[in-house]
């Protein structure tokens, strides 16, 4: 496989670099956040908002776009890009995830995972090579390998036995991508998935095997599944000295701006969340200084930015009184502009992230912004 990702720069105070992730649609800057598409959009927000904001790579679900529409059809459009009219790059998980989350509708084999639409409840199948025909068939930038993850807690005889169902898999999808005729969009970037659970020799293992197998960079997965914050970031510290230093490492499903910034310490690049969106659907708005409820008796007469200084298009223009109100009586408009603030700040605090990085001053970046970081209630 060819070289698809440069480092530029490194910080002094951490582990924390910017890179270049080169892709068929376009050079992504890392440390990067990812919005969330499960089902071909980022929830409330059209294509050229998420540009506007400074989006430069979205996910898509494979699990989700499989079961509707259907990836005959997105492929007759001429792709998922096309599909959905976005001309930058695209990472679709492989679907492993949703699976997890399907404990009680699954059968695991060897082979893959037999489970019930959620749906309408018919009976599918996914394994390593459905999963790579249909990221195929999306045509998206970067693909997921599929794997197997474990719940938390696990006891060690599961963590083992995910491990290993995620190892022949992740063999068996290298093998699929290679006989696969090539995409519409260009050649497709293969990520593997570090497993393992709380188990440090298996998440050394789980990186060094994927890595003799040589994939165009890798995730660590199986965390944010219920765990507490510290043990995630243990989890990451187990992999990440096993994973290449000249690969792009990528954190998937986390998670708060304060862990992203933890995590970028530690020299990890690529970041998604559903957090920014689905939250900003119930009412909390994520600021530098931590979240707060729209919907509390507080904000009834506010007249003030949804957050102070920001300059994002909600906050240059609405009220918190105006957006609590449209919130309150469900008016869409109110779900949208929250929206738009919370990856405001988001893709903001990354931006500003690879600036610090850039300029050698993001040790003294991070800590400020952890430090102030806090709940409403403890403000």
């Given at each position: 496989?060819t070289a698809?990702f440069e480092?530029v720069?490194?910080?002094?105070?951490?582990?924390?670099r910017c890179?270049?992730l080169?892709?068929?649609h376009?050079?992504?800057?890392?440390?990067?956040f990812m919005?969330?598409g499960?089902?071909?959009?980022?929830k409330?927000?059209?294509?050229e908002e998420l540009?506007t904001?400074?989006?430069?790579i979205?996910?898509?679900?494979?699990y989700?776009?499989?079961?509707?529409?259907g990836?005959?059809?997105i492929?007759?459009?001429?792709?998922l890009?096309?599909f959905?009219?976005?001309d930058?790059?695209?990472l679709t998980d492989?679907?492993?995830y949703?699976?997890?989350s399907?404990?009680?509708?699954?059968k695991?084999?060897?082979e893959?995972?037999e489970?019930?639409?959620?749906?309408d409840g018919?009976?599918?199948?996914l394994?390593?090579n459905?999963?790579?025909a249909?990221?195929a068939?999306?045509?998206?930038?970067i693909?997921m390998?599929?794997?197997?993850?474990?719940?938390?807690?696990?006891?060690?005889?599961?963590?083992?036995?995910?491990?290993e169902?995620?190892?022949?898999w992740?063999a068996?999808?290298k093998?699929?991508?290679s006989?696969?005729?090539?995409?519409?969009?260009g050649?497709?970037?293969?990520?593997g998935?570090?497993?393992?659970s709380?188990?440090?020799?298996?998440?050394?293992?789980g990186?060094?095997?994927?890595v003799?197998?040589?994939?165009?960079?890798?995730?660590?997965?199986?965390v944010?599944v219920?765990?507490p914050?510290?043990?995630?970031?243990?989890?990451?510290?187990?992999?990440v000295p096993?994973?290449p230093?000249d690969?792009p490492?990528?954190?998937?499903?986390v998670?708060?701006?304060p862990q992203i910034?933890e995590?970028?310490a530690?020299?990890?690049?690529?970041?998604d969340?559903v957090?920014p969106?689905?939250?900003?659907?119930?009412?909390?708005?994520?600021?530098?200084r931590?979240?707060?409820?729209i919907k509390?008796?507080r904000y009834?007469?506010?007249?003030?930015?949804?957050?102070?200084?920001?300059?994002c298009?909600?906050c240059?223009?609405?009220?918190?009184?105006?957006?609590r109100?449209?919130?309150r009586t469900?008016?869409?408009?109110?779900l949208?502009l929250?929206t738009?603030?919370n990856l405001?700040l988001?893709?903001g605090?990354?931006?500003?992230?690879r600036?610090k990085i850039?300029a050698?001053?993001?040790e003294?970046?991070?800590?400020?912004?952890?430090a102030r970081?806090?709940?409403?209630d403890e403000?």
């Open positions: 496989m698809c480092i720069t490194t910080d002094s105070g951490s582990a924390a890179g270049r080169h892709t068929a376009g050079v992504v800057e890392t440390p990067v919005p969330v499960t089902q071909g959009t980022v409330c927000m059209a294509p540009c904001l400074g989006a430069q979205i996910l898509g679900n494979t989700h776009l499989v079961i509707r529409p990836t005959e059809l492929a007759k459009a001429g792709g890009h096309k959905m009219n976005w930058h790059p695209i492989s679907g492993g949703q699976v997890f399907l404990s009680k509708l699954r695991i084999s060897e893959g995972v489970f019930q639409s959620h749906v018919a009976t599918m199948f394994g390593p459905e999963a790579m249909a990221q068939a999306l045509g998206s930038d693909v390998a599929f794997d197997e993850c474990p719940h938390w807690p696990c006891d060690r005889e599961y963590a083992c036995s995910s491990l169902l995620t190892l022949q992740a068996r999808c093998k699929a991508v006989s696969q005729p090539p995409a519409t969009s050649r497709q970037l293969l990520f998935i570090v497993q393992g709380v188990y440090p020799d298996l998440r050394e293992r990186a060094r095997e994927l003799s197998m040589g994939f165009d960079g890798y995730a660590i997965g199986g944010s219920g765990e914050p510290e043990e995630m970031i243990r989890q990451v510290e187990m992999a096993f994973l230093s690969q490492r990528y954190l998937m499903g998670g708060t701006p910034l995590m970028i530690r020299g990890v690049d690529m970041f969340c957090l969106t689905r939250v900003a659907r119930n009412g909390t708005i994520f600021t530098a931590g979240t707060y409820a509390n008796a009834r007469e506010d007249l003030g930015p949804l957050e102070e200084g920001c300059g298009y909600a240059r223009n609405f009220t918190r009184a105006y957006i109100h449209l919130f469900n008016e869409i408009l109110g949208r929250m738009w603030h405001h988001y893709l605090t990354l931006r500003r992230a600036e850039a050698g001053g993001f003294g970046f991070r800590q400020e912004f952890v970081y806090q709940a409403e403000q």
